[in-house]
């Protein structure tokens, strides 16, 4: 996930992530095909003008979504959804948002590890990464500059 300097992911539902450095861009493209997946809420891949190529794009809608190459249209509880990729072959999963998915995940205590990049701009306003009541502790892994104005940190989530 990609967030400003105070802790916002977007402006609001419908906002693309099209504000991020290109090192954000490299960081999210290598990851992303990395684990050959991703998971998202359906408001997040709405932002994208068409499903990203080369890895499986796992949308999470109550809707039905009509058929598109390299989409796999998922519903209900992420326990059963991760279970399903892991019959696919799946041995991690990548959840790249948007903050109703992140919470979810967060709530069912299902995500090990957070990779963020911290990108120079404040919103003030808008979604943040997370939107319940939570206190979780987290473990530093990995503190890198990718520009002159950017860091990625990633952590492990201690429950
Ligand atoms: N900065 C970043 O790195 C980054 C990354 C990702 C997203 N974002 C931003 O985040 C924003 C979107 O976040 P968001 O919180 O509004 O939405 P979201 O989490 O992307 O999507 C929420 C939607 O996902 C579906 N959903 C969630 N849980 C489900 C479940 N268990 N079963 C079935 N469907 C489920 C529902 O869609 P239905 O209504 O279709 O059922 C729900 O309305 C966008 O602006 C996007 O650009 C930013």
């Known amino acids: 996930m990609a967030i400003t300097a105070d802790g916002k992911i977007a402006k609001n539902k419908d906002h693309f992530a099209n504000w991020t450095s290109k090192e954000d861009k490299q960081v999210f493209i290598q990851t992303s095909k990395d684990f050959g997946m991703i998971m998202m809420g359906y408001n997040t891949f709405k932002t994208f003008p068409a499903p990203l190529k080369n890895r499986l794009n796992v949308v999470f809608s109550e809707k039905a979504g009509e058929e598109l190459e390299g989409v796999k249209w998922v519903s209900g509880e992420p326990e059963k959804v991760l279970n399903e990729l ?46 319940d009541d939570f206190d979780i502790n987290l473990e530093l892994l990995e503190l890198k500059k990718i520009n002159n104005n950017s860091y990625l940190v990633r952590y492990k989530v201690v429950y």
């Open 86 to 131: 892991e019959n696919l072959g799946f041995k991690k999963a990548l959840l790249g948002g948007g903050t109703g998915l992140n919470t979810l995940f967060l709530q069912k205590k299902l995500i090990n590890e957070i990779i963020l990049t911290v990108e120079p701009k404040i919103f003030g306003s808008g979604l943040s990464l997370f939107n």
